[in-house]
T-cell receptor, first 112, second 112 residues
Framework: SQQGEEDPQALSIQEGENATMNCSYKTSINNLQWYRQNSGRGLVHLILIRSNEREKHSGRLRVTLDTSKKSSSLLITASRAADTASYFCATADSYGNNRLAFGKGNQVVVIP | EAQVTQNPRYLITVTGKKLTVTCSQNMNHEYMSWYRQDPGLGLRQIYYSMNVEVTDKGDVPEGYKVSRKEKRNFPLILESPSPNQTSLYFC???????????FGNGTRLTVT
């Protein structure tokens, strides 16, 4: 199955700065989703962007999708210490079987 | 409260001793799935179920079994656990059609 690949793998920033992560994938998708995981806990869904959408916002989160480049970015604005977590992108293929393929994750540390 | 409940949270067992990890959701979701998470490998899908009595293999099904006799429950069975099944396991559910996944809090399994 296809997999999202996040970039960079690890990111360390100061509180108040913006954090940007990228995700690339390989095949045709129905949608792309971003999740957050705090220290070994269950993943929490952040935002879903469909293949016919280019940008989506949710609070301090902004996601873009470029299907021609098969890539997505997640921007967290005005980061807080509580944003420290691992962030995963996941792609739902366009075959309708509901399978999500996850990337390996991106560790973000926000320094107070 | 809408949730996915996994039990147990931690499990230490020995090679070959059959075990079951339970998963239950109270959201009437049709789709349920099991993932394992290993350092450097991200989340990999073990099995998924699109509805009652319908299950299918994910990317890493070897050594695992599942059943879906009722909509809310989706247990993961390890008939003869081996040390390479030491991992962090997550159950997840979604209403359908590649929607956002709701994750349980995980089961950390150690097989010695």
């Amino acid at each position: 199955s296809q997999q999202g690949e996040e970039d960079p793998q690890a990111l360390s920033i100061q509180e108040g700065e913006n954090a940007t992560m990228n995700c690339s994938y390989k095949t045709s998708i129905n949608n792309l989703q971003w999740y957050r995981q705090n220290s070994g806990r269950g993943l929490v869904h952040l935002i879903l962007i469909r293949s016919n959408e280019r940008e989506k916002h949710s609070g301090r989160l902004r996601v873009t999708l470029d299907t021609s480049k098969k890539s997505s970015s997640l921007l967290i604005t005005a980061s807080r210490a509580a944003d420290t977590a691992s962030y995963f992108c996941a792609t739902a293929d366009s075959y309708g079987n509901n399978r999500l393929a996850f990337g390996k994750g991106n560790q973000v540390v926000v320094i107070p | 409260e809408a949730q996915v409940t996994q039990n147990p949270r931690y499990l230490i067992t020995v090679t070959g001793k059959k075990l079951t990890v339970t998963c239950s959701q109270n959201m009437n979701h049709e789709y349920m799935s099991w993932y394992r998470q290993d350092p450097g490998l991200g989340l990999r899908q073990i099995y998924y179920s699109m509805n009652v009595e319908v299950t299918d293999k994910g990317d890493v099904p070897e050594g695992y079994k599942v059943s879906r006799k009722e909509k809310r429950n989706f247990p993961l069975i390890l008939e003869s656990p081996s040390p390479n099944q030491t991992s962090l396991y997550f159950c997840a559910s979604t209403p359908g059609t590649a929607g956002p996944l709701h994750f349980g809090n995980g089961t950390r399994l150690t097989v010695t």
